[in-house]
């Protein structure tokens, strides 16, 4: 995509549709044990039921069970020292709280602690140790290999791979203790996950960069909008930190300028517009700020700046067409911020379109209202 500058024809204004050329250099976007006599807050108590299902009652007793045991771990840990080979609670409620050692003569300290023992062959600096010198040789460890870990219940040092001849050879030459170090075959290839947040920039394939509007979801799909000058049904996109993000599904440009992507697996939506301040502003909803309201934008070149709403249902004519229905500001923008988000309090209002000036002497820009977008596409704007 190339970087897009655009005159009004007829008039000396000079509006710019604001992606800009990505340049080789990555883009940054500017993330005491509990009380059982404290209550859990409403949402936490809803989702341990949802997730665990559990009762309220049940979901209580699990808390405060497993207060105490934080407790206990910390007391029991000290009193039987190189015998500490780990710890974990089991049942429902979490009533049971088991202590592992390999001393069987700390078995009563064990118990004066209010746990049970358990007697095992390793203490756990054995099982850090076989790990760390797993982690150590991790350059080398082949793909089929990407998961190991301490597992006190086993009392061993557990490598998941989907080749277990791969894994056993990683072993072997990492100098880890092969007595400690259980292979099993798995599947699981885990990946880092990344947040979808408003101003915060994305790249389209190696060529250009706008900024995302905000996240949305179509169904169970996930992604974001922007601005449709920003895209090409099916371009490859990439995050501010270049990982692969996902694609365009659909786009209108000109007579509109929107255009939403759906993101993969790598990324996870949230209600959030990046404030570059260190902090982010939370979404709440899309109602229409009138002509006079203070609004704030963020985008990936010049962050966060804020102004108020001039005109209502502008049109501007680019030199790629006629784009109608965007709404006029006073706040500045600069190449690079197209798509980005426009929020007035907390309510989304569009994705930066384009403008004229820059923000170190001032400029007017244009945005494209959120929600003609959302329902062209039969989007839901993600709200926190």
């Given at each position: 995509m190339l970087h897009r500058r655009t005159v009004l024809a007829g008039c000396a204004l000079a509006v710019t549709a604001l992606a800009t050329v990505a340049t080789p250099a990555m883009a940054a976007p500017n993330d005491s044990p509990a009380s059982s006599a404290v209550k859990?807050?409403?949402?936490?108590?809803?989702?341990?039921?949802r997730d665990l299902g559990l009762t309220p009652a049940q979901v209580d007793a699990r808390l405060a069970n497993e207060a105490k045991?934080?407790?206990?771990?910390?007391?029991?840990?000290?009193?039987?020292?190189d015998a500490y080979a780990g710890s974990w609670v089991s049942g429902a409620t979490s009533e049971s709280f088991i202590v592992a050692t390999s001393d069987a003569s700390k078995a009563g300290a064990v118990l004066a602690a209010g746990a049970q023992p358990k007697i095992v062959s390793r203490n756990l600096a054995a099982l850090d140790s076989a790990e760390a010198a797993l982690d150590r040789a991790a350059a080398k460890a082949p793909a089929s290999t990407s998961v190991w870990y301490v597992d006190v219940l086993s009392n061993s040092v557990v490598v998941l791979s989907s080749n277990t001849a791969e894994a056993e050879a990683f072993v072997a030459a990492s100098g880890a203790d092969k007595s400690a170090v259980r292979v099993e075959q798995s599947n699981e290839q885990p990946q880092t996950f990344y947040n979808v947040r408003g101003g915060d920039a994305y790249y389209i394939g190696s060529s250009a960069r706008c900024s995302i509007g905000f996240s949305v979801r179509r169904g169970t799909t996930p992604g974001f909008v922007s601005a449709g000058h920003c895209a090409t049904v099916g371009s490859t996109l990439y995050g501010y930190n270049r990982v692969s993000m996902g694609s365009f599904q659909g786009y209108s440009f000109p007579g509109n300028d929107y255009s939403w992507a759906a993101v993969n697996s790598n990324w996870t939506v949230t209600p959030y517009v990046n404030n570059y301040s260190g902090g982010n502003v939370t979404v709440k909803g899309s109602s229409v700020a009138p002509v006079g309201s203070s609004i704030c934008r963020s985008g990936s070149t010049t962050g966060w700046h804020c102004g108020s709403v001039q005109q209502l249902n502008a049109s501007v004519r680019y030199s790629q067409g006629t784009v109608s229905g965007l709404t006029r500001t006073n706040v500045c923008a600069e190449p690079g911020d197209s798509g980005g988000s426009f929020i007035s309090g907390n309510q989304a209002q569009g994705m930066t379109s384009g403008g004229s000036?820059?923000?170190?002497?001032?400029?007017?820009?244009?945005?494209?209202?959120v929600n003609e977008a959302l329902s062209v596409y039969g989007l839901t704007l993600v709200t926190g």
């Open positions: 859990p807050p409403p949402a936490m108590v809803d989702a341990m039921q045991a934080m407790s206990a771990d910390a007391k029991v840990r000290a009193a039987i020292g000036g820059n923000c170190s002497s001032g400029g007017t820009t244009y945005f494209q209202p």
